[in-house]
């Protein structure tokens, strides 16, 4: 039966003009897209399915690595004081056309400006469209952080900053910062149908939107067009699949190549099939547990660390993530740049933890530990976790209540300064630069918000605020390493695990390759 | 009959404005900020908090709140959903149509399935037909949808490969939507083989949710008949000497169908509730995923627009049952 469907549908797609169905890649998704428009959203879901296909940035992520490229600028230059940043645009970049929409000029910098201006700009008409919330934007600190972006000519873009910021350039890489067509925008306005900016994309990627069936299938055709390297498959559909275990058995059956987030437990029976490939790797997050430190006995740093030595990670990877993480040392992951090989782990020693505590003249200690109510890659399920914990200190005699909120009211509640227990969280990646987990999850700034153990540590900040004023990364990297020897010393969290990502398919797929950043990116994927 | 269905339809109107208010409750009772579950680990600013509070309508008071809903509900406006920003009627409508198709199919499977079952039980009652059929409800009625699903798609799509293992229809067929329904649509689109494709995707799925009614009926088709089968006027159709097919078939099956047909209007419920489960499973894109996703976002406006369309497509239904039951049985709406 299957080989009649597939010989059925050759034959169609012959018949519709498009090449045979060897030339369309299948990826099983696990969700549906929220929408096409990027900077509305944060979700990977979301960024899988626009930013990657779709749309292009002004700069771009080597595929399988955090190092940036150019991308829609073929240069750029940073002034001495660092707050100017001048991109020159790549000229002869043409947008998608679609049934609403065909463009009559290249891509230029009123593009660029627009698709900055209207995120941060109340008053540009597509700054309330779609109930634009722009979550990515003012979370990157963009609103702070760009005082103006003036139009130098057609192809160069200005941005003034109002400060020195090394990592600016990879955020013109992220998903919020694609690039999207102003002249389209403006046809939309006029039309009276803005939302189509977000429901018919239109972007210069190497994909062009063709359809999108809610919760069932999202199909795109190659970009015949592309400035950079074309796509290699003619066809890309997302069949949106929520069941992992389906998604395993649709990759087995034939009718997709690509799965991504394989249930772990199935992982082992994946590496032992013949006809499917497996690939993994960490992935860019950290999951930790956050003492207050701002709350007696957890003020010391002693006492910190000598309950970090009680914490058997091993059984934590083994057990939560049923083998697919890795012991975290570090505040930050492995792949990241900067990452801190030389430091020394806490490792698992109940009596050193017992003796330490001692010596810290702490005895009868109870505490709580936070879990979270929610699954993440980081942390697969909080409460297990929460338990072996709970286990581990009973060991040393420290006594542990788990407590738990709905999701919603637990990351409200955990900004506490004044919280009571230590807080089981997380962090993944945005950018791929060390700032962003640093700054953003130990400096003083973040105290009250995501630096949730309200630990300031006067050394630490000033490395890392140091670092991010250095355009160079190589001076950049050492004090970051600097910080860590602080971060570890000091020891705010116990740090748990890093997750290690797998990707699923079917042998045929040509040059998958892992996006540290999390994406799923088939621009360079082919069929053999 | 017209003043039974005028009679029926006036109860329609508290139960719509008591399903309105508890879809509006509902949703708001659990605990979870929609804004900070939106923002997740990266949080956002105060001022942040508010603008987005303001837009959403959160800082008015909760009877406000509430008015605008109504109000915007009699015009026919459920609002637009938080997450995707489209409006909630447009997304329901384009997703239900899955959802009945696949809800229907899963009802005639049962009802084919279950009415003979129930009535062959019956009539051999106490013998191992009864037995076998009755032990075989019970294993249906309390098997987990989620495992039932699993094990028919690694047998019949992973070991025998004779049925797809999710989605609506093969990725090769592609046509724009006419009806909604993929049955029609791909009978539509003259594309050779789509139809048996829309057919074969739609199997497991619908045995999957049947299964539970099928059970329910078949149980309830056989109690039915056997309270109908020791009436007086059976053993005097049998006594007269009228074949066993024309008495089970005509006198008692006909009359043993009113608690039945209950069963199955109650069973829409029971559907779309199994559709939830089945529909995550077989990735099949209606409105029962649709809905649980739009709780863990505590996407108010899905929710509850979602929660009333619901509710209203199931008084329809039983308005429906109750207006069989009259032409079933003239006594019922003489009275």
Request: charged share 20%.
């Amino acid at each position: 039966m299957s080989f009649k469907h597939t010989l059925a549908g050759s034959v169609l797609l012959a018949a519709m003009g498009m090449s045979a169905s060897a030339q369309s890649l299948v990826y099983c998704s696990e969700g549906s897209p929220e929408g096409f428009d990027p900077a509305l959203y944060t979700s990977g879901t979301t960024f899988d399915a626009s930013s990657h296909p779709i749309y292009d940035h002004l700069a771009e992520f080597k595929v399988g690595t955090t190092e940036v490229e150019p991308g829609l600028a073929e240069s750029w230059e940073i002034s001495e004081d660092g707050k100017t940043v001048t991109f020159k645009l790549r000229e002869g970049v043409q947008f998608h056309s679609n049934d609403l929409f065909t463009p009559t000029r290249d891509m230029n910098a009123d593009d660029v400006i627009f698709s900055f201006d209207r995120q941060g700009n109340p008053d540009n008409p597509y700054n309330s469209y779609s109930g634009g919330t722009w979550e990515y934007y003012g979370g990157m600190s963009m609103p702070e952080l760009i005082e103006s972006i003036e139009k130098v000519d057609d192809y160069t873009v200005r941005f003034n900053l109002t400060r020195p910021e090394a990592p600016f350039i990879a955020n013109m890489a992220m998903d919020f910062a694609s690039i999207l067509s102003k002249e389209y925008a403006d046809a939309m306005l006029e039309a009276g149908t803005p939302e189509m900016l977000n429901q018919k994309p239109i972007g210069t990627g190497p994909f062009k939107f063709q359809d999108y069936q809610k919760d069932a299938v999202i199909r795109y055709v190659r970009n015949d067009d592309y400035y950079g390297d074309k796509a290699r498959v003619q066809n890309l559909i997302f069949a949106i699949t929520p069941d992992a275990s389906v998604r395993y058995q649709k990759v087995q059956a034939g009718e997709c190549h690509v799965m991504a987030y394989p249930n772990p437990a199935d992982i082992q029976a994946m590496k032992d099939a013949e006809d499917i490939v497996v690939m993994e790797q960490e992935g860019l997050n950290v999951g930790y547990l956050a003492y207050n430190t701002k709350v007696e006995p957890f003020d010391d740093p002693k006492v910190r660390k000598a309950l970090n030595h009680a914490i058997d990670k091993q059984a934590i990877i083994d057990v939560v993530f049923q083998g697919s993480g890795q012991i975290a040392k570090n505040p930050i992951p492995p792949t990241m740049w900067s990452y801190n090989e030389a430091i020394e782990d806490d490792n698992y020693d109940p009596e050193k933890a017992k003796q330490m505590l001692e010596e810290a003249g702490v005895s009868d200690l109870s505490m709580k530990i936070w879990a979270m109510p929610v699954q993440r890659p980081y942390n697969p399920n909080a409460r297990r976790m929460a338990e072996l914990i709970q286990a581990d200190m009973a060991e040393i005699g420290v006594d542990v209540e788990i407590v738990s909120y709905e999701w919603g009211e637990y990351l409200e509640r955990s900004k506490a300064e004044d919280r009571d227990g230590a807080v089981l969280l997380g962090w993944t990646g945005d950018n791929g630069d060390p700032d962003n987990f640093l700054a953003v999850l130990l400096s003083c700034d973040a105290v009250g918000g995501s630096n949730r153990a309200m630990w300031c540590n006067e050394e630490f900040d000033e490395l890392v605020n140091k670092a991010k004023t250095l355009s160079s990364q190589e001076e950049r990297a050492e004090l970051y390493k600097q910080a860590q020897e602080v971060f570890k010393d000091q020891a705010p969290w116990a740090t748990i695990a890093h997750s290690v990502v797998y990707m699923t398919m079917r042998p045929e797929v040509d040059n998958y390759v892992v996006h540290p950043l999390g994406g799923h990116i088939f621009n360079q994927v082919g069929l053999k | 009959m017209l003043n039974y269905v005028l009679s029926r339809l006036l109860t329609f109107i508290p139960t719509f404005l008591g399903v309105t208010l508890i879809s509006f409750s509902f949703i708001r009772a659990l605990p979870g900020d929609p804004i900070v579950v939106m923002a997740g680990e990266r949080g956002l600013s105060d001022e942040r908090y508010a603008e987005l509070s303001k837009q959403y309508g959160f800082d008015q008071p909760i009877y406000v709140q509430f008015w605008d809903y109504f109000t915007g509900v009699l015009q026919g406006d459920l609002g637009t959903s938080f997450v995707t920003k489209r409006p909630v009627f447009d997304e329901f409508f384009a997703l239900f149509p899955a959802t009945l198709e696949l809800s229907i199919c899963a009802m005639i499977f049962a009802v084919v399935l279950g009415l003979p079952a129930g009535v062959i039980a019956a009539v051999n009652r106490g013998k191992f037909f009864d037995r076998a059929l009755m032990s075989t409800a019970l294993v249906g009625y309390s098997m987990p949808i989620f495992w039932w699903a699993l094990l028919l798609i690694i047998v019949f799509s992973g070991n025998l490969g004779w049925t797809p293992v999710s989605g609506r229809i093969s990725l090769m067929y592609y046509f724009p939507d006419a009806t909604g329904f993929m049955l029609i649509d791909s009978l539509m689109s003259g594309q050779q083989g789509a139809f048996s494709s829309a057919l074969l995707h739609l199997l497991l799925p619908a045995i999957v949710l049947g299964t539970i009614p099928l059970a329910v009926i078949a149980r309830q088709t056989r109690s039915a008949m056997l309270e109908v089968l020791g009436e007086d006027y059976i053993r005097t159709a049998r006594a007269k000497g009228m074949s066993p097919a024309r008495i089970n078939g005509i006198h008692a099956l006909r009359n043993a169908m009113i608690p039945v047909i209950t069963v199955i209007g109650l069973s829409v419920g029971t559907l779309l509730a199994g559709a939830i489960l089945t529909e995550t499973i077989f990735s099949w894109p209606g409105i029962g995923k649709w809905m649980v996703d739009s709780i863990f976002r505590r996407d108010y406006p899905v929710v509850q627009g979602g929660l009333l369309l619901i509710a209203v497509m199931v008084m329809v239904v039983n308005l429906t049952v109750d207006m069989l039951y009259g032409i079933i049985n003239p006594k019922i709406r003489k009275r």
